[in-house]
Nanobody
């Protein structure tokens, strides 16, 4: 079973950047869909980005397109979320998730498609 551990969250001023990491263990999940989601207290979980680990196909929600970039480093068993131009509205708990197969396009933004989740890392953006 793949275990996911997120890191890299923190506090940053609006306009700043953060890079979140999602480390998978004990092995590199090939042919997996990896997704990043965020959730604020009292709100629904929102998908923001996904990547298919074989081939590197990516998908982004419209709310983050152009500001967030998902990538992977297979040698480190890690998926990243580079966050630039952060806004106060980006303040959320960010979690990564995995699914042992390919989920296509906008369906990757549906949390019900994933079966493994990390604990999350908090991102706070001050205006």
């Amino acid at each position: 079973q793949v275990q996911l551990v997120e890191s890299g969250g923190g506090s940053v001023q609006a306009g700043g950047s953060l890079r979140l990491s999602c480390a998978a263990s004990p092995y590199t999940p090939s042919c997996y869909t990896m997704g990043w989601f965020r959730q604020a207290p009292g709100k629904e979980r929102e998908g923001v980005a996904s990547i298919y680990t074989t081939g590197g196909n990516t998908y982004y929600s419209d709310s983050v397109k152009g500001r967030l970039t998902i990538s992977q480093d297979n040698a480190k068993n890690t998926v990243y979320l580079q966050m630039n131009g952060l806004k106060h509205d980006d303040t959320d708990m960010y979690c990564c998730a995995s699914y042992p197969g390919r989920i296509l396009d906008s369906l990757t933004m549906n949390e019900a498609r994933y079966n493994r989740w990390g604990q999350g890392t908090q991102v706070t953006v001050s205006s």
